[in-house]
């Protein structure tokens, strides 16, 4: 059976052969990849600085965001493996946190922060 080069398994196989082969499991601390992926993620968000509508219009716009979310998706990878997450298990959990949070008849079509529904209760929150 061939592998699904779009799973996580799959990419998260990808990331973790690059860096062994390049030995550089000493330096992937859980507080190091963490980290990178906080620079990561700003080196993203850096490309949409002082635009004017944050979109992406050009194919080196388009290039740009890509290539730092993929950074962005090898840092969080590596971390989860490194910090022992069940990725796909954890977003599970999150998405059904979140559903709790915003049920679909309250928010839809609404970009509120869950607290800012008079209805909203503290115990909702976990
Ligand atoms: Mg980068």
């Not at 000493?26 to 990849?33: A, D, I, Q, T």
């Not at 004017?52 to 290039?63: L, N, P, S, V």
Request: aromatic share 8%; glycine share 4%; charged share 30%.
């Amino acid at each position: 059976m061939s592998e699904d080069p779009r799973s996580i398994d799959t990419m998260a196989r990808k990331v973790r052969e690059f860096g062994e082969a390049r030995a550089w499991g000493p330096f992937h601390s859980p507080r190091n990849l963490a980290m990178a992926l906080s620079v990561e993620a700003n080196e993203l968000l850096e490309l949409y600085l002082w635009s004017d509508d944050g979109d992406t219009r050009t194919e080196q716009q388009r290039a740009a965001v890509a290539g730092e979310a993929a950074d962005v998706l090898m840092c969080l990878l590596n971390l989860c493996a490194r910090a022992g997450v069940d990725l796909p298990a954890a977003l599970d959990a999150k998405l059904e946190v979140a559903a709790r949070k915003y049920p679909v008849e309250r928010v839809r079509g609404s970009a509120l922060k869950y607290d800012a529904y008079p209805e909203w209760e503290p115990d909702r929150e976990r």
